[in-house]
């Protein structure tokens, strides 16, 4: 519970700080387009920064003082970032009303939490408005909604320069023996006994479907109840003895592309595919793959992601107060030629 507790403060600072609160009558510091970030707001992110780091990085003394500094750099530019991205968001329609509800309870039945009333309890009893957490929801979806729609939808990674990655980082890839699973999982926590037999009687018709000849991934995206369902179920690759003995010893009764039988679990029922099995030494290339994509797409994304909010900050309207700097800013020239 304490690390919940944490971690609420953390996705607060991290994706809806203290200048996400109303606006009041104050200094300018800088104007994005139709909206304005003030001084008092400016001054509050520093203080949050502050706190971040000694509360969730445990930072004291000189190395604390490192990165504040270091943070302080980008703290302006991350607000500038957060305004752009949602009034992208509003201009393309988005709402994440639905988000809100939905992470509400996962973060309830994740952390064993009785009632949303308590939950909600459990936050304010930090000292953080729910307005200004559920705003925190809201921000970092619509923000990664846009990212997605507008850069990531837009990395493209070829087989070709997959296996050219892992050809020359091939030795990277020695693992010991272990295996790689797919999940369909249909959860039964704190439902009622007539709900926990319905719950059976879906995951039975995923089963079902499976052994038809259905698409492990399409029945995954269409019945599981896991985080992993958009993506099919994939879970990943897994050493021997990273995963719960009970699944190691279900994963290890199955040959490459099995699919289990119905396994019932404490808080769910569960089918498992093996999609791989690996006995150690370099991983085949299929294997790697999916790790290569998750490098390679993130050694791209990152720079995109600059580029368009560069992008968004040119074709729009920023103008800084003297004293301040936004550091995401484009360059002059560049700045010029695309005006």
């Known amino acids: 519970m304490r690390q919940f507790l944490a971690a609420i403060l953390a996705l607060v600072f991290i994706s809806s700080p203290a200048w996400a609160q109303q606006k009041v009558v104050d200094e300018i510091i800088a104007r994005v387009n139709a909206e304005i970030i003030l001084k008092s707001e400016y001054e509050a992110g520093k203080k949050e920064l502050r706190d971040l780091l000694q509360r969730r990085d445990n930072l004291t003394g000189a190395q604390l003082e490192r ?28 709402n994440a009303d639905l988000e ?5 309870e996962r973060l309830r039945q994740e952390n064993n939490i009785a009632t949303m ?88 018709e995923a089963l079902a479907a499976i052994k038809r000849g259905d698409d ?61 099995k690996h006995t150690g030494g370099i991983l085949a290339f299929d294997l790697a793959q999916a790790e290569i994509q998750d490098r390679l797409w993130r050694e791209r994304r990152a720079p995109r992601i600059r580029e368009y909010l560069t992008k968004l900050r040119t074709e729009g309207f920023v103008e800084i107060r003297s004293g301040y700097t936004d550091t995401g800013a484009a360059p002059a020239s560049e700045a010029k030629s695309q005006n």
């Open 100 to 104: 809100v509800i939905k992470s509400m």
């Open 117 to 204: 009333e308590a939950l909600e309890q459990a936050i304010i009893a930090q000292g953080t408005s729910l307005d200004d957490f559920k705003q925190s929801i809201r921000t970092q979806y619509l923000s990664s909604q846009v990212l997605g729609r507008e850069v990531d939808s837009r990395i493209v990674i070829t087989t070709e320069q997959l296996r050219t990655y892992y050809e020359e980082h091939k030795q990277e890839f020695d693992r010991p023996e272990g295996v790689r699973l797919s999940e369909i999982t249909i959860l039964t926590q704190e439902k009622t006994p007539a709900q926990i037999e319905e719950q059976k009687k879906k995951a039975e």
């Open 67 to 94: 990165e504040y500094e270091e943070g302080l750099k980008s703290l302006l530019r991350d607000m500038v970032d957060q305004s752009l991205l949602l009034q992208k968001a509003k201009e393309m329609d988005m």
């Open 216 to 276: 492990f991934v399409t029945v995954a995206q269409k019945y599981s109840e896991s985080q992993t369902a958009p993506d099919g179920g994939g879970l990943g690759f897994f050493q021997k003895g990273q995963l719960a003995k009970f699944l190691e010893d279900q994963a290890a009764k199955l040959e490459k592309g099995q699919v289990s039988e119905l396994l019932a679990l404490q808080d769910a029922f569960m089918i498992v595919k093996v999609d791989d």
